[in-house]
Structure formats: structure tokens, C-alpha cells
């Protein structure tokens, strides 16, 4: 199987399980602000998170389903994230996966609230989960780690921070660990734990995630500067305009794709004590995909 032919399968899973989350009420006004929580939902994106915990947990065992409530979970904190991320407060967007963003559809305090509710919605589904206690424990650690104050929302925090200020290389490399590496390193650790694999096998598979998250990132700078909102589905050259130094800022634009092809060797070069198999060749499919993308 391809990564195409995979991601068209994971996707209609993965899109139907995240359907069957939202219990309908009998007053009225809750249900539309159920509506607004699927808003930003329904808007597509790539669900890289999902599909990577999917993909690692098929990894190391067939029955990649257990990894399914896991997955969503990481896909409604990513979806808050960016309904946060788009506010007038921080990177104040008004387009995000090609549709008007959270507040400009529904008004600010709407948006906040939408993120508030998919957030704790995400830890919420995960009681639903099928996989056992201890490794429930596990998974609910990496994604609390991942997108608390010491990964995501630390990065976040920085990233604000820092715009039109002084910024070393060393501090770059750790907003970009925190904002977006944080969540694709949880993605590969949270299906390898489902799959209730040995610690060093969730270590060694760790190291792919963290090279690919890193890649995405360096990507997203390069796309910030080459790109344009109808491709992204977002306004593009927003980091040059507040400031924020990238990879691209730091080293130019063709030194930054090759900080990320690097990457992506590394990370292919960290599966390479694993037999061959239909999930490694898509995994490897998929790191090449990350710097190839265009949005």
C-alpha cells in the first residue's frame, strides 16, 4: 500500500470516529455551540497527528484500532491550538485550512471558548479508550506533556514572546521543539504505547518523530515565504511581518531546505534496525512527504 492509498483509508476512519464524538442535545442553543466546535473540524487539514499515531502503532502491532481514540484526542488539541493560535491576541489570522477562521466566523469569545471545549473534549474521549490501564497511564502523560506548559503551550508562549526581539539560534531550536515538534514526537510515542511495546522500541521510534517534527517545522518556515494563502489556506509571510526569526531568517532559504532534507534522512536512517514492512515503507513515504508538501 502506498501513503496515498493509506491516508484516503486512515482519513474516512479517522473523520467518521471524530462524526461519532458529538452527542446532540435537546436545547437548541447547545447544539449550535456544538456546531461551532465542529467548524473548525470539518475544515480538513492533513491530520498528520492521527495518521502518524495510527501508522506507529501499526508499526509494531496489527491491530492499529486500539490507537484510534488516541488519535483523535491529538487531533482535537492540535484544532484547538490553531483556533487559539488564529485569535487577534496572538497570531491574529483571519484564514486558516481555507476557510474563515474559528472568531471571524463566530466572534471571539465564541473561539475561545470552541478551543476551551475541544481541549477538554480530548481528554475526556480518551476514558473511551480500549487499551489497558497502564498504558492509558502512559498515553495520557505524553499528551498532557506534549501540549502543556512544558511543549506546546510553552511554545506557543515563546514564539509570542520573541517576536521583534533578539532571538539566538539555540532559543529558535527550542520554540520549534515545543510549538509543533512536541505534538508529532507525542503522535509516534502515543501509538507505539498503544501497541504496548517494549520501552527501547518507543525509544528508538521516538527519534523519528523528533527529526520529522523538526522538518515540519522548517518546512512551515520555508512555506511561509514561498508560498500564498490560496495555496496554504492561511495568510502566508505573516512571520516576516511580526518579526519572528525562522530558519529561513537564520540561514536562508536554500540552507533551510537543506536543514530539513537532513532531517528527513535522519529520520528515515532511525528506522533502519526494523524489519522491512508495509507501515515502515509508508512511514518513510510520509517523512518525504513532510518537505514536499506544499500547505
Request: aromatic share 8%; glycine share 6%.
Amino acid at each position: 500500500m502506498k501513503l496515498k492509498e493509506y491516508i484516503d483509508i486512515r482519513l474516512k476512519e479517522i473523520n467518521s470516529e471524530i462524526d461519532n464524538i458529538f452527542e446532540e442535545s435537546n436545547i437548541e442553543l447547545e447544539n449550535q455551540f456544538l456546531e461551532m466546535m465542529k467548524y473548525p473540524l470539518d475544515a480538513g487539514g492533513k491530520r498528520i497527528r492521527p495518521i502518524l499515531t495510527l501508522l506507529a502503532c501499526e508499526f509494531f502491532s496489527e491491530d492499529y484500532k486500539k490507537a484510534i481514540i488516541p488519535a483523535i484526542s491529538l487531533e482535537l488539541i492540535h484544532t484547538y491550538s490553531l483556533v487559539h493560535d488564529d485569535l487577534p491576541s496572538m497570531d491574529n489570522d483571519d484564514f486558516r485550512r481555507g476557510k474563515h477562521t474559528t472568531h471571524i466566523k463566530y466572534g471571539e469569545a465564541n473561539a475561545i471558548l470552541v478551543g476551551d471545549a475541544l481541549l477538554t473534549t480530548a481528554f475526556q474521549i480518551l476514558t473511551k479508550s480500549s487499551i489497558n490501564n497502564d498504558s492509558l497511564r502512559k498515553v495520557l502523560y505524553e499528551i498532557s506533556y506534549a501540549s502543556g506548559y512544558q511543549g506546546m503551550v510553552m511554545g506557543q508562549m515563546l514564539d509570542l514572546y520573541f517576536e521583534n526581539k533578539q532571538l539566538d539560534f539555540e532559543m529558535l531550536k527550542n520554540i520549534h521543539s515545543k510549538k509543533t515538534a512536541a505534538m508529532i514526537r507525542a503522535a509516534i510515542r502515543v501509538g507505539a504505547l498503544c501497541s504496548e511495546q517494549s520501552s527501547i522500541n518507543i525509544e528508538n521510534i521516538t527519534k523519528y518523530g523528533e527529526y520529522i517534527g523538526l522538518a515540519f517545522q522548517i518546512q512551515d518556515d520555508i512555506l511561509d515565504v514561498i508560498s500564498d494563502k490560496d495555496t496554504l489556506g492561511k495568510t502566508a509571510g505573516k512571520d516576516q511581518n511580526v518579526g519572528k526569526l525562522t530558519y529561513v531568517k537564520q540561514f536562508g532559504l536554500e540552507e533551510a531546505k537543506n536543514k530539513a532534507n537532513d532531517a528527513i534522512e535522519k529520520a528515515i536512517k532511525s528506522l533502519d534496525n526494523y524489519q522491512n514492512s508495509n507501515a515502515k515503507s509508508i512511514l518513510i513515504e510520509l517523512a518525504k512527504y513532510i518537505v514536499e508538501r506544499q500547505n
